[in-house]
């Protein structure tokens, strides 16, 4: 899932479980609240886990904090949103990483159209 008003990257812990994902220990463990600012009853994040995120052909190593998502597998917060900045169709539903060598490659062909 997306969520623009996640403050990190999450991983759902039963996800992690199934999958036998290695996670690893924060120096610190995060206190996660709520919407509302009551405490979430997952308690803290004491672990994450990294792992190859791959959306379209960017690929990256990147750190996801370890919690109950309640349902959610992943979800992917604001400091990813950011960082890759992606199309995203919320109608569709769809999101695309933006490739700036096929958007070149898409403008010179539509010159290359406009000079026939």
Known sequence: MVDSGATALFLDQLF???HKISTFPLRSPIRITNIDGSPNRAGNISHF?????T?????????FL???L???????GLPWLKKTNPDIDWEQGH????IPELQEVEEDEDEEEEEQ
């Not at 309640?70 to 992917?76: A, D, T």
């Not at 999101?95 to 933006?98: A, E, H, I, P």
């Open 95 to 98: 999101l695309q990483s933006r």
């Open 16 to 18: 992690v479980d199934q």
């Open 66 to 68: 370890v919690t109950d």
């Open 55 to 63: 959306v379209d052909d960017q690929e990256a190593w990147t750190d």
């Open 49 to 53: 886990a990294r792992l190859h995120l």
């Open 70 to 76: 309640g349902g959610e597998s992943v979800i992917l």
